[in-house]
Structure formats: C-alpha cells, structure tokens
C-alpha cells in the first residue's frame, strides 16, 4: 500500500505548488482594481492598491488620483512588493532545493524565515491600506474593500502556512527521506485467535 503522508518524498512539490498560487493571487492583488469598491449601485468609487477612483452617478468616465501622492500610499504599495518580490525568490529557492536528490534541510528551514519576514512586509501594507485610506480620501456612498484586497489577504494566509510547513519539514527528515523502515505489527496466534 502506498500511502503519500504529510511530509514524503513524493509530495514534495506541494509547498512549490502552494507558494506558485500564493504568487499568483500576489499578481491578482497587485494588478487589480478592486482593492476599494462602491457596494451597490451607483458604482462611484473604485480603487487599486496604486491609484483612487471616483466618478459621477450620471458620469460614465473615471477620475483618477493616484495614491503615489501620499507618503502611505507609496509605504503600503512598497511594503507589499517587497514581500511579493521575496515571495517570488522563495519560490526559486524550494523549487531549487526540492529538485535536488540530497535535501539541505537547514536551506529549507532557511526558505522558512524568509516567508515570514514576506508575510511580516505583506501584513503591514494590507494593514496600512484600509486605515490611510478611509482617513485621507473621502468615501462616496457605500464601499467595501473587495475582491483584489481579498487576494491579498488570501496570499498572505498561504504564506503563513507555508512558512510553518517550510520550518517544521526538517522535523522530518528521515520521513522525507525515506531513511526509516516501515515498522511491521504482528500478534501471536495465541493473543489473537480470531486469525485462525
């Protein structure tokens, strides 16, 4: 019976995989303009994590401002692209160290701290975003922080798990390996008759 537990050989590409989909829903997040939405209709606000948008209820174009302007808007687009550009470098990192045969566990452990540190830079600019925002750009109608946002948060999430997984994996090492013998239970006859 082949059983793929949580830490096997086999399985080793499901960290790489999970921190491709974090860098993909970081793509979503960075590019989107639904960081800041109006939540019903008339749609008059709409905001990416670099610029702010508004427009009429009547109007059909978009007046633009960019975010760059403000000291927190740059703070918080910085602190999520350097988390998402240590993100990307992680990801080179497992996908060299998983495809080498002699696993460096300490090079792993290593992949580890550095997911914490993009979850640390990520965190504080999706915490940065919602609160500079709502004080210094005046709110049209009812908004919501949406779905780009969401892809940020989920990124984020990813990356903590991961993180945890990349540091407790050399916990491991023998499972991962395959170094240890599979461990055989047998019960006398006389202990269990209903073998018979």
Do not use: H
């Not at 905001?47 to 978009?62: P, Q, V």
């Not at 401002?65 to 550009?85: H, I, K, N, P």
């Not at 892809?151 to 798990?161: E, K, N, R, W, Y």
């Amino acid at each position: 019976m082949v059983v793929c537990g949580l830490a096997c050989w086999r399985c080793r590409w499901l960290l790489p995989l999970l921190l491709g989909l974090a860098i993909i829903m970081g793509i979503i997040a960075l590019a989107g303009r639904g960081w800041l939405e109006s939540e019903s209709e008339p749609y008059v606000q709409q905001a990416s994590l670099w610029e702010s948008c508004t427009r009429g209820e009547e109007d059909l174009n978009w007046s633009c401002e960019s975010l760059m302007d403000y000291g927190w808007g740059r703070a918080a687009a910085a602190t999520y692209l350097v988390g998402f550009v240590i993100l990307v470098i992680c990801f080179a990192l497992a996908v060299i160290a998983f495809s080498i045969e002699i696993l460096r566990f300490n090079f792993v452990r290593g992949i580890g701290g550095l997911l914490f540190v993009v979850a640390a830079f990520q965190i504080i600019g999706l915490v940065i975003y919602p609160v500079k925002f709502t004080e210094d750009i005046p709110l049209t109608g009812d908004n919501m922080f949406s779905w780009a946002y969401g892809f940020g948060l989920a990124s984020t999430v990813v990356v903590i798990g991961c993180a945890f997984f990349f540091c407790c994996l050399p916990n491991w090492e023998d499972e991962v390996l395959g170094n240890i013998k599979p461990t055989y239970y047998y019960s006398s006859p006389e202990r269990a008759p209903y073998l018979n």
